[in-house]
């Protein structure tokens, strides 16, 4: 479906380069678009008493949005920022599911992305709740090798709940 989207002249697509550090999204917002990566890496989060959670990555090839605000059209508590020079093509919520809703085919694919993600997102809030830091990342390394080569090991550390320190100790053991 990727493939397909990125051709489709319908979309619209806008092309926007961010550096390292600069935000595309931010909280208070409502999200009214969707991203596809096509250079660079970003990271999602939030911040709670001046702790900063990371809950997702995007790179290369991937969709981005602040999913929830997406949805809901309520405004968004995330902020999805580049962690290194990055470009991203952008077309609007508005476009993007017109496009989605014009066959039969398109809908189905796009379902079965959603049903990734959620599953994804399910196996990853387990982890958290019932795994050690060895087995979380384990799992992560067997489901998303790339987050090793894309990500910063301190942002990795914080998508697994654990310190840098702990992370470093299993990816040298």
């Given amino acids: ?49 001046e702790e900063e959670f990371t809950i997702r990555f995007g790179y ?9 605000s997406y949805f809901t059209k309520e405004p968004t508590e995330l902020f999805i920022q580049a962690i290194r020079r990055s470009q991203v093509l952008k077309t609007s919520k508005v476009l993007f599911e017109k496009y989605i809703h014009q066959s039969k085919e398109t809908l189905e694919q796009y379902q079965t992305i959603l049903e990734d993600l959620i599953s994804s997102f399910l196996a990853r809030e387990i982890d958290l709740l019932t795994q050690s830091p060895a087995l979380r990342y384990e799992r992560l390394l067997s489901r998303s090798p790339q987050v090793f080569q894309e990500i910063p090991h301190k942002y990795i550390a914080s998508y697994l709940r654990m310190s840098p320190e702990t992370l470093s100790r299993l990816l040298n053991s």
Avoid: H
């Fill in 1 to 49: 479906m990727i493939g397909n989207i990125l051709e489709s002249t319908e979309l619209n697509w806008e092309e926007v380069s961010l550096k390292r550090g600069d935000y595309l999204i931010t909280p208070g917002k409502v999200e009214k678009s969707i991203y596809f990566v096509k250079e660079g890496a970003f990271r999602a989060f939030i911040i709670d008493e």
């Fill in 60 to 68: 290369k090839n991937s969709i981005i949005t602040a999913l929830p």
